[in-house]
């Protein structure tokens, strides 16, 4: 079969969010509402998704990094930024992604904070 299954309601766009777009959806869903809830607190912070992380050649660990954490400096604003792809290969369904999702923001905030991640988000079980 060719063609679109879903013919779009508007010419030239896709009827069908992307992965991607569905990704980018729901973290911003969940940094927006952590970061309101801590904006005090944690100043000036980037949050971006990428792809994949860029891993050396010399990287020595044998898991890969699901999300990276730069601490700014001055005017240079704290970076935060989720791969994509490590994430999701570790996600059956769209409930797991949510739970690690928060899991990865609320970890990355608590460490940023220098608090529990449980005192970050009461929905945080790091049991998981």
């Known amino acids: 079969m060719r063609g679109p299954a879903v013919v779009p309601t508007t010419p030239g766009r896709p009827e069908l969010r992307t992965a991607r777009e ?6 911003l869903g969940i ?29 020595t660990s044998e898991t890969v990094p699901l999300s990276s954490l730069v601490r700014g400096a001055g005017a ?14 570790r996600c059956d369904n769209r409930t797991d992604l949510e739970a690690l999702l928060l ?4 970890e990355q905030v608590a460490e940023l904070l220098g ?11 790091g049991g998981d």
Do not use: S
């Open 22 to 27: 569905r990704f980018d959806d729901l973290a």
């Open 103 to 106: 899991t990865v923001v609320v």
């Open 31 to 59: 940094v927006t509402e952590i970061d309101q809830r801590w904006q005090d607190k944690l100043g000036l912070v980037e949050y971006a998704v990428e792809d994949t992380p860029h891993i050396p050649d010399d990287w």
């Open 115 to 125: 608090m529990d991640a449980e005192d970050v988000d009461p929905r945080y079980d």
């Open 76 to 89: 240079t604003p704290t970076r935060l930024v989720l791969f994509r792809r490590p994430i999701e290969r």
